[in-house]
């Protein structure tokens, strides 16, 4: 069992900044972000590869950065330009030996 620990989210204004960080508990393959608003199914924002292979939603791409400190088996992601459509719970997800493991959430809101 591998736990995923996020913190970061919170409130921003249109057009702000915000940045998550992911710890995990034990040693992962690969992690990725993901987030769910309201009444929509969970997507994918954001995926960094143990090959180092970056994947980003259209929606984000050029706005948001994944990263990651491999020896602290931890996952970032900064976010700039946010807009309202970004308002959503994130969630981590890791790939580990034993499986995929998610992330407890963290809430973002973009609002003025």
């Known amino acids: 069992q591998v736990q995923l620990v996020e913190s970061g989210g919170g409130l921003v204004q249109p057009g702000g900044s915000l940045g998550l960080s992911c710890a995990a508990s034990?040693?992962?393959?690969?992690m990725g972000w993901y987030r769910q608003a309201p009444g929509k199914q969970r997507e994918l924002v954001a995926r960094?590869?143990?090959?180092?292979?970056?994947y980003y939603a259209a929606s984000v791409k050029g706005r948001f950065t994944i990263s990651s400190n491999n020896a602290k088996n931890t996952a970032y992601l900064q976010m700039n330009n946010l807009n309202p459509e970004d308002t959503a719970v994130y969630y981590c997800?890791?790939?580990?030996?034993?499986?995929?493991?998610w992330g407890q959430g963290t809430q973002v809101t973009v609002s003025s």
């Open positions: 960094m590869t143990s090959g180092g292979s970056i």
């Open positions: 034990g040693s992962v393959y690969d």
């Open positions: 997800n890791a790939r580990t030996a034993v499986g995929g493991f």
